[in-house]
């Protein structure tokens, strides 16, 4: 019918906070049980305004009150009535709102966009959090074995694995407290989750480069190291934050994208008076022999390549013993 209308409350920010339809006419509005429409606001009067409907549509008298009433911030006395339309914006008391009624044009539906569509919380199937977090375990153990001469001691293999589980959870679970700050959602499966496979990852490419970098003597590979490692952690506050903040994902990503840039810069910064800037040229532990892949190099070559770092090294010496006169001096 022509009289169909809704009064919506609004935000500070003009978006519809509350809605009310309007059942009969005329309309109450106040703060007494008594009102049609009872708004919890202290500067209103029992019975504030009355609301009704006219030939040339909704018209708003104020009742006898102390604040009286604006209408598009004109003020109206106490007594006073003036036309609402759908366009106007009424403040009672310090509670603002807006009329549409029936014979308002609607505007057309609003095709959602995708970051307004419902975020899925976790469809990983239930066995896949158990076996991630066994094969990363076996891994660190294998990882952790292969750093020693063999015959470690039960501590040390199982301070090895125990203490990067406990971190691993302490992690999942800081994250976790945080979604169900602003989501109302303790995911602590979808954190841990993340964190076992980015470093599940990252595992498998520490331990890949050298392989690679020994197997084909490509020992500028091992530059990619510190590389990857800020990849990946840029990669793993992402995927934390998007769970926590789902909507803005893109601005997370390039926000986190730009501090991971920055911090390569600053490492890069840090080393320029070293003898590399990203990684080592050489390999610090060498892999088995069986996994060479390409001819080894005679020796006198290796030793030639090796006089480009003695002008480095003796820079870099200079400088240290310039360092410590200088601290001698001091003392």
Not at 54 to 82: C, F, H, I, K, Y
Request: a neutral charge; aromatic letters at 8%.
């Amino acid at each position: 019918m022509d009289h169909a209308a809704v009064i919506e409350i609004l935000d500070r920010e003009g978006h519809c906070r509350e809605i009310h339809k309007v059942r009969q006419w005329p309309l109450t509005i106040g703060r007494a049980p008594s009102a049609d429409l009872v708004l919890s606001d202290p500067h209103l009067a029992g019975a504030h305004a009355r609301l009704h409907w006219a030939d040339e549509g909704a018209r708003l008298e104020l009742l006898d009150s102390r604040n009286g009433g604006w209408v598009d911030g004109q003020r109206l006395a106490p007594g006073a009535t003036a036309n609402w339309t759908s366009a106007s914006t009424v403040q009672l008391g310090s509670t603002r709102l807006r009329l549409r009624t029936a014979l308002d044009p609607l505007p057309e539906e609003r095709p959602l966009t995708r970051s307004e569509e419902p975020q899925r919380r976790d469809a990983r199937p239930a066995w896949a959090l158990p076996v991630m977090l066994a094969v990363w375990l076996l891994l660190l153990w294998l990882t952790n074995w292969s750093l020693t001469d063999g015959t470690p001691s039960w501590v040390d293999t199982v301070s090895g694995v125990l203490v990067p589980l406990g971190l691993a959870l302490a992690w999942a679970a800081a994250w976790a407290l945080v979604t169900q700050v602003f989501r109302h959602w303790f995911a602590f499966g979808a954190h841990l989750w993340r964190a076992l496979v980015v470093s599940l990852v990252l595992q498998v490419v520490d331990v890949a480069l050298p392989l690679l970098a020994y197997a084909f003597s490509w020992s500028r590979l091992m530059a990619l190291e510190p590389l990857t490692l800020s990849i990946g952690g840029a990669v793993l506050l992402w995927w934390h934050a998007s769970v926590v903040w789902p909507r803005p994902r893109r601005r997370l990503a390039v926000a986190i994208g730009a501090l991971a840039v920055v911090g390569l810069a600053l490492t890069v910064g840090r080393r320029t008076e070293q003898q590399y800037w990203l990684g080592p040229s050489y390999l610090s532990a060498l892999p088995p022999p069986a996994v060479r892949m390409v001819s080894p190099k005679p020796v006198d070559s290796f030793v030639e390549s090796l006089e480009r770092l003695e002008a480095p090294l003796q820079q870099q010496a200079r400088k240290r013993n310039d360092q410590e006169q200088l601290s001698g001096d001091d003392e």
